[in-house]
């Protein structure tokens, strides 16, 4: 009856089942209801009905029954009988493609949509349960608050090692401390709009921020003979707010402050354009918080050639003369502000250049890296990546669990694991660079790596805080709050990466031991790297949270300071993530802190550090780790040794500061260490500002309902093993009152002999516990080294410490043979 139907029909191809399902799903639940119709929900849905001629209304507007389709299809509904079955069917499910590619009356959301706003014929992937990249699709576009304005550029840096080492810039006393002016007396160049500071707070997102059309912020130069620079911030991590001409070559800088707050300029990246070569230019930013800083002893800025990188492929390098560090002489009468300033001499004409304070690592660099790490058919088989959480404005916090498959449930079971998080400050890039350098090694077919990989769990969070990342911020997330202060904190909308950071290390705790917990952070006051840890005060452990960094101290002794590491557990860093750590029960809980300017020790003293060195750290903590772990507790057991005697030396060192003496020969080791060490003044922390306003009402709000939660909870269910427990063990008490009773009545009760009932429960454990032993034996596998307990072990006090001073070694010397288990077809993840 429809030949021109039926010709349609056979060129296309059955439906799929699984879209088949989802309509009649969809209809059950009356997204499709009457004849395929639905509600309008909104004037322009209503419109493009009214004018579609697809559709026939009769009876009033609105009413799903009254709409009809076109005649083509009223007479197949009016005369269903006059085709046969396997036709209707399929003019059935072309009509119900042809509805979901055209109707704009779909209420599902799941739809995909292709660039003309058509709807596409297959569901939405969904979300969290499939890989997030595909080798053929593009990335996850960042989303950004819809204050901030995005140019549409993709900007890429390529990655350069310079072939010489980088020297701190030596003052020679007579560098200009050049006189602020302001927009006054200037000419304002560049400046952002609208930037949301203290008293507003995040509200929404989209991809590619505040929507309209993109300004140009930048002068419009008056010909090519003006000399005026191009400046530009808003891309990817950029921050620059304003910039002030004030003489030729020479240009004011204002940050811009986390967004939501008034604080924290310390984090600057921008680009520059419309240079001249031969001429020298002078910057200076007004607006840095910090009375300290590494520019004081010698740090120089980065800077990026576009041409450079082109034709020479050389990438970001230190540069800058006459660089000084001082306070500013205009004051807001609230703070005080201090200036960064510098001269340069640009290598091109008419180039593009950018300037930062440490080497970028964006949230799309860290995308690109974990594309290919998925598209690399055997890391993909150790490395699982997934999505920890969603950030305030829906960014992917990424997991990444790394461990060779286990043979048996027992061997997953018997592994330790190891955390390890970077990025929780946005303004820290050289976290990333250690975290880039230690997937790079643990994801690579190294000996090393794959027996870390046989004995370890290794839970990875690479990016903490991308929000703040992709803004630019220097220590905040959009919460407009330091997320390293508020590790303890209830409100998991509000501060989702940590909150769901620590939830999976709880629920990791109560699977497995966790034997070290590390958050990667930078330093803009100290030079090397060191760690901060936790005192701990079990005896039993006494100094052991101390050996790890000893260790790396050794492995890594031109780049990392154990001098500079501190144990001290200050009240205003509770809410760290290592104290938090360390009081959920992980012993080796530490913050790495990696320079922002060089090293001071070995053969790199007095360099600035670039990303291989800080890549190469990433490797020695592997290779620590190995140390730490070694079955041999020979290390381990002189690291204790020497850290015995260097404590000794540092209490000596404080009684003699503080003009006393003291035989320390029997009491010394009962001196609580937090009374030795200083205090963490001098790292980059932050004081806590507490919640927002906004979110008080609701903290308070959570805290009575976690109130009333547990006084109404109520007691929990036993076990069937608890059960079975107490019914035994009432037996056991009754079968003793009745023989007791015997006993006494017969020959009198003996004071000697008699049984302790308190005793019992235990006794009745012990044998319950052999018992089910001998019925169900149980193999333990061990796959990882154990602590030894063994004083035995303790090397003679003459012996030393041969370190491996190879840096990247292709075999670990002098560790005991691992056992190789022979893959199989059938693995466990833990």
């Known amino acids: 009856m429809f030949p021109a139907l039926e010709t349609e029909v056979k060129q296309e191809s059955l439906p799929d089942p699984y879209e088949d399902f989802m309509y009649h799903h969809l209809q059950y639940y009356g997204y499709f209801k009457g004849h395929r119709g639905s509600l309008p929900t909104s004037a322009t849905h209503q419109h493009v009905w009214k004018n579609n001629p697809r559709y026939l209304l009769s009876g009033s507007f609105g009413e799903r029954q009254g709409m009809v389709p076109d005649p083509l299809q009223k007479e197949k509904l009016l005369c269903p009988t006059c ?142 003979e003006d000399k005026t620079l191009l400046f530009e911030s808003r891309f990817e991590s950029g921050n620059l707010q304003k910039a002030v001409r004030v003489d030729t070559y020479e240009y004011e800088l204002t940050l811009r402050t986390d967004l939501y707050t008034n604080k924290h300029t310390q984090w600057f990246y921008f680009r520059v354009q419309n240079t001249r070569k031969d001429a020298t230019y002078r910057f200076t930013i007004v607006n840095l918080l910090k009375p300290k800083s590494l520019y004081t002893i010698g740090m120089k800025p980065l800077m990026y050639s576009q041409l450079d990188a082109k034709t020479h492929n050389i990438g970001w390098r230190r540069e800058g003369n006459e660089i000084r560090y001082y306070k500013n002489n205009r004051d807001d009468g609230q703070q005080a502000f201090y200036c960064l300033t510098w001269t340069i001499q640009f290598p091109h004409d008419q180039d593009t250049c950018f300037f930062a304070h440490f080497y970028p690592y964006t949230y799309t660099d860290l995308q690109c890296y974990l594309l290919s790490v998925t598209n690399n058919p055997v890391q993909s088989q150790f490395c699982k990546l997934r999505t920890l959480c969603r950030s305030l404005a829906g960014n992917t916090v990424y997991l990444l669990t790394i461990t060779n498959p286990s043979r048996t449930p027992q061997e997953a079971a018997a592994k330790k694991a190891v955390v390890l998080s970077a990025r929780v400050h946005p303004g820290e890039s050289n976290g990333s660079w250690i975290m880039k350098g230690f997937l790079d090694f643990i994801l690579s077919n190294s000996p090393d790596a794959q027996l870390l990989r046989d004995i370890f769990v290794f839970k990875v969070v690479p990016m903490l805080n991308p929000d703040g990342v992709i803004v630019g911020n220097y220590r905040c997330s959009l919460a407009g709050r330091d997320l390293n202060r508020h590790y303890k904190t209830i409100l998991k909308e509000s501060f989702p990466c940590i909150w769901y950071t620590r939830n999976m290390i709880k629920r990791l705790l109560e699977e497995r031991e966790v034997l070290l917990y590390c958050d990667f952070h930078g330093h803009s006051r100290k030079n090397n790297i060191f760690l901060y840890g936790c005192n701990n005060n079990d005896r039993k452990y006494w100094l052991h949270e101390r050996v790890f960094p000893l260790m790396l101290s050794k492995n890594a002794p031109d780049k990392f300071s154990f001098h500079s590491c501190n144990f001290k557990v200050q009240k205003c860093k509770e809410g760290t993530g290592r104290v938090v750590m360390w009081r959920m029960g992980i012993l080796n809980s530490y913050t790495m802190e990696s320079t922002f300017g060089g090293s001071t020790l070995g053969n790199k003293r007095d360099t600035h550090f670039t990303t291989e060195d800080l890549k190469s750290l990433g490797y020695h903590v592997c290779d620590t780790l190995l140390d730490f772990c070694d079955p041999d507790r020979t290390k381990f057991m002189q690291c204790l040794t020497e850290l015995k005697e260097l404590l000794q030396q540092e209490i000596h060192k404080k009684f003699n500061e503080l003009g006393q003496d003291m035989d320390l020969e029997g009491s010394w080791s009962d001196i609580c260490l937090s009374d030795i060490e200083s205090s963490t003044s001098g790292s980059d922390s932050s004081l806590s500002d507490g919640l927002p306003v906004h979110l008080l009402n609701v903290a308070d709000e959570l805290n009575q309902k976690k109130k009333m939660y547990k006084k109404k909870k109520k007691k929990l269910l036993q076990t069937r093993k608890q059960r079975n427990e107490q019914y035994q063990k009432n037996n056991w008490m009754q079968e003793l009152k009745l023989t007791e009773d015997a006993l006494s009545q017969l020959h009198g009760r003996d004071k000697g002999t008699s049984l302790d009932p308190s005793k019992m429960p235990s006794l009745i454990l012990t044998k319950n516990k052999e018992r089910m032993q001998t019925e169900k034996p149980r193999s333990t596998v061990s796959c990882s080294p154990k602590r030894s307990t063994n004083s035995s072990q303790e090397p003679a006090p003459d012996m030393k410490s041969h370190w491996s001073r190879n840096r990247y070694p292709a075999t670990k010397r002098g560790r005991a043979a691992m056992t190789v288990y022979p893959s199989l077809h059938i693995y466990t993840y833990p």
Not at 91 to 107: G, N, Y
């Open 83 to 224: 085709i046969s079955s396997p036709v209707h069917r399929q003019i059935e499910a072309v009509s119900r493609d042809s509805l979901m590619l055209s109707s704009p009356l779909l209420k599902s959301r799941q739809l995909l949509h292709d660039e003309f706003g058509e709807v596409s014929p297959c569901l939405r992937e969904p979300r969290d349960l499939f890989t997030f990249f595909s080798s053929s699709g593009p990335l996850q576009a960042p989303r950004w608050p819809i204050e901030c304005e995005v140019i549409k550029e993709n900007l890429h840096h390529i990655e350069w090692v310079p072939p010489q080492p980088e020297y701190f810039y030596q003052p020679t006393g007579n560098e200009k401390l050049p006189e602020i002016v302001g927009e006054e007396k200037g000419t304002v160049v560049f400046q952002l709009d609208s930037v949301p500071t203290e008293g507003s707070y995040f509200t929404s997102s989209r991809v590619g921020g505040k929507r309209g059309i993109i300004k140009e912020l930048a002068v419009t130069l008056q010909g090519p």
